[in-house]
């Protein structure tokens, strides 16, 4: 059945059931040939629990299919043959063939190349400065040898079996890094003080031996 306007084929119904729009020829229940518009367009699972409704950009010629489906409660997108993207209930997004982990909004699979990353602290607690504080623990470098020696890595910072079971925090790890930073600043101006105070003793020294010395030549002398 065929439904005409201007002597041109608008809708045609094939005997299967089969309506095409723009087509003679359907091969689905509706093949639009041109533009689809829709306030809403509602794609029913079928017959799951699991799978919901899905959609399929097919490739023109030999380029590949793309998809984009509903299933179990996650938005996931697909290149060929694999998962490329999933978002879950909580907008938590993973990018690559893997599971959203955890609460964090962002997952990659296989890293991030970036030019720029730019990461915000909750509060000023967050950074390093309180190494600068007057009741700061600043431990020397004989206690620091102790731990290195019997622990095997530096003070508040985890061990390798740590990071690798859990991983790390950016923010955080940036922060420990820079209280290690700050510290070794603050022991080179300790060292630089006892430094500067074992110069002026050895000075006084040597000024109290050159006295001797005058003393004694002058006792000879008479």
């Known amino acids: 059945m065929t439904f005409e306007t201007n002597n041109v084929d608008r809708i045609h119904i094939e005997n299967n059931g089969k309506v095409g729009i723009g087509t003679t020829a359907p091969t689905a229940k509706l093949h639009v040939n041109g533009a689809l518009r829709s306030n809403t367009v509602n794609i029913d699972p079928e017959d799951s629990t699991i799978e919901g409704g899905e959609i399929i950009l097919r490739g023109a010629g030999t380029n590949n299919d793309y998809r984009i489906d509903n299933y179990d409660g996650n938005l996931r997108f697909f290149q060929p043959f694999q998962v490329a993207m999933t978002i879950d209930a909580n907008a938590n997004v993973a990018i690559g063939n893997v599971d959203?982990?955890?609460?964090?909004?962002?997952?990659?699979?296989?890293?991030?190349?970036?030019?720029r990353v730019k990461i915000?602290?909750?509060?000023?607690?967050?950074?390093?400065?309180?190494?600068?504080?007057?009741?700061?623990?600043?431990?020397?470098?004989?206690?620091?040898?102790?731990?290195?020696?019997?622990?095997?890595?530096?003070?508040?910072?985890?061990s390798a079996q740590e990071i690798e079971k859990s991983g790390y925090e950016l923010q955080q790890m940036d922060a420990k890094l820079?209280?290690?930073?700050?510290?070794?600043?603050?022991?080179?101006?300790r060292l630089n003080e006892e430094k500067q105070q074992i110069e002026t003793n050895n000075k006084k020294l040597e000024n109290t031996v050159d006295q001797l010395i005058k003393r004694i030549e002058k006792l000879e002398a008479q």
């Open 100 to 115: 959203v982990v955890g609460a964090y909004k962002l997952y990659v699979d296989e890293g991030i190349l970036t030019e």
């Open 120 to 158: 915000a602290t909750m509060g000023t607690a967050e950074w390093a400065d309180y190494v600068f504080e007057e009741d700061y623990d600043l431990k020397s470098l004989n206690e620091i040898k102790q731990f290195v020696q019997q622990n095997k890595h530096l003070p508040n910072i985890p």
């Open 178 to 189: 820079l209280e290690k930073i700050e510290e070794l600043y603050l022991l080179t101006i």
